[in-house]
């Protein structure tokens, strides 16, 4: 990257007061680059990288027996890992397991949550939502011979491209069987108030689960506190288990009896799997909705992910994220809205309603990330035209956050990215 600013001394002083500087070290940066991409897929650790390293020679010397002689057995890795995950979130051991990846536990969990009765028979959703979410909803509904034009009931975005809460609760009628949100919109970044949707969903009947893939590692949660029927998450984005990682999902205890139509064999009751009986008996809790061996290997590097955030503590993440955030809104209020056209700031101005990454919005969104990218900052391209910055808490500071604005306002003055024009790729 090329600095040619010089770095404020308020915003040096502020990398010195870090209280987590030090865990910036533990992550692989790429050479030369200001990586503002974590809410994509997170850096890998020296800690993710260890744990990692460790299974794979379990595997070496152990072989077969690495299932139950691993430093960390693999028979029971889910459950502890799902142990260690859920002090993330306000659950109990056994409410959260490390499980599969997002897109197959939407479609187990909501195959055992969404049980329409009567004229209770709709799922509502936004139209903001991460398109694989409601692939998998529609695909829930017509599973059980619902139309999903007429049952999938979609939350609308107002004017400002923003949902309100105010209007999903709205929504929410005798019709409604389940209530299905992402805590923080991946592309705006807006973060939705889990605690009065769930609270409100719950005075009407309704369940409520929630896919909390950009929120999981960068804030904190609270489900248990806040009655959520159920939840899932990826573990490669803030929570930087690596790419394609294994995923996670919380199941309330008042739910463990519940039926999980997407059975298999790693859903069993632990003490009688291995007696392969053609009944299938349930794991007592949340490990009911496993269904296959876990890819060890994808789950092996999420261990040492997790050690570090608890290490750094969800709070001190969330507090530094939004002092992150803060400063990069502000940077952008100050330096690049008023002098160059085009630009809109797209994420809450309120940082109790954000979550950890900034969006902003301009026609020319493909070429300026590009200008960026040459100049050695990693920002994600949402088509058609936002561009997505997330200073990560644990391995992003305070210059850096200052770098990106400065670079972002010299190419938008000397026109750097016009060069760019008519290139589009395919993974950003
Ligand atoms: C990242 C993300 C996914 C990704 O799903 P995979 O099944 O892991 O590919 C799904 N939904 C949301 C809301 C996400 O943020």
Same mark, same amino acid.
């Given at each position: 990257m090329s600095v040619r600013n010089q770095i404020p001394a308020g915003i040096l002083s502020l990398d010195l007061k870090d209280?987590?500087?030090?865990? *910036?070290?533990r992550f692989y940066i790429p050479q030369n680059t200001i990586y503002m991409d974590g809410n994509s897929l997170g850096l890998l650790s020296v800690d993710s990288e260890e744990s990692l390293l460790r299974v794979l020679d379990e595997w070496k010397k152990?072989?077969?027996?690495g299932w139950t002689e691993?430093? %960390?057995?693999w028979f029971w890795f889910a459950e502890e890992i799902g142990t260690m995950a859920s002090k993330l979130v306000g659950a109990d051991p056994g409410e959260v397991i490390m499980s599969g990846s997002t897109t197959v536990n939407i479609h187990a969990l909501i195959s055992s949550f969404?049980?329409?009765?009567g004229e209770r028979n709709k799922i509502l959703a936004d139209e903001l939502n991460f398109p694989s979410d409601l692939y998998a909803l529609k695909g829930q509904l017509m599973l059980k011979g619902f139309d999903p034009d007429k049952h999938l009931v979609l939350a609308k975005a107002g004017e400002k491209g923003l949902l309100d809460e105010k209007s999903i609760i709205e929504l929410m009628?005798?019709?409604?069987a389940l209530v299905f949100l992402p805590?923080?919109?991946?592309?705006?970044g807006q973060l939705l108030d889990i605690k009065m949707l769930t609270e409100e969903a719950a005075k009407r009947g309704i369940l409520t689960g929630f896919d909390c893939s950009h929120s999981a590692g960068a804030i904190p949660h609270r489900f248990n506190e806040w009655g959520v029927d159920f939840a899932l998450w990826c573990s490669?984005?803030? /929570?930087?288990?690596?790419?394609?990682s294994t995923a996670f999902f919380y199941v309330n205890?008042?739910?463990?009896?519940?039926?999980?139509?997407?059975?298999?064999?790693?859903?069993?009751n632990k003490e009688k799997?291995?007696?392969? /009986?053609?009944?299938f008996i349930p794991s007592?809790?949340?490990? *009911?909705?496993q269904i296959s061996s876990p890819a060890i290997l994808s789950s092996a590097p999420v261990e040492g992910a997790l050690k570090i955030t608890l290490e750094a503590g969800i709070d001190r993440i969330r507090k530094k994220s939004v002092q992150l955030t803060t400063l990069l809104a502000k940077m952008i209020n100050e330096r690049i809205i008023p002098h160059y056209q085009? +630009? *809109?700031?797209?994420?809450?101005?309120d940082p109790s309603k954000r979550g950890g990454h900034i969006a902003i919005e301009h026609p020319d969104a493909a070429m300026i990330t590009e200008a960026l990218k040459a100049r050695g900052v990693i920002p994600d391209l949402r088509p058609p035209s936002i561009i997505r910055i997330a200073p990560v808490? /644990?391995?992003?500071s305070f210059s850096e956050v200052w770098k990106v604005v400065d670079i972002l306002a010299e190419i938008m003055k000397n026109n750097?990215?016009?060069? +760019? %024009?008519g290139q589009r790729r395919t993974v950003t």
């Open positions: 209280e987590l500087s030090g865990f *910036r070290n152990l072989a077969i027996k691993g430093k %960390r057995p969404f049980t329409p009765e009628t005798d019709e409604t805590s923080v919109l991946y592309h705006t490669y984005k803030y /929570l930087n288990g690596g790419p394609g205890k008042k739910h463990f009896g519940k039926e999980p139509f997407l059975a298999g064999w790693f859903g069993c799997q291995f007696d392969m /009986l053609n009944e007592p809790d949340a490990g *009911r909705w085009g +630009f *809109r700031l797209i994420t809450p101005t808490a /644990l391995y992003n750097e990215y016009v060069k +760019f %024009r």
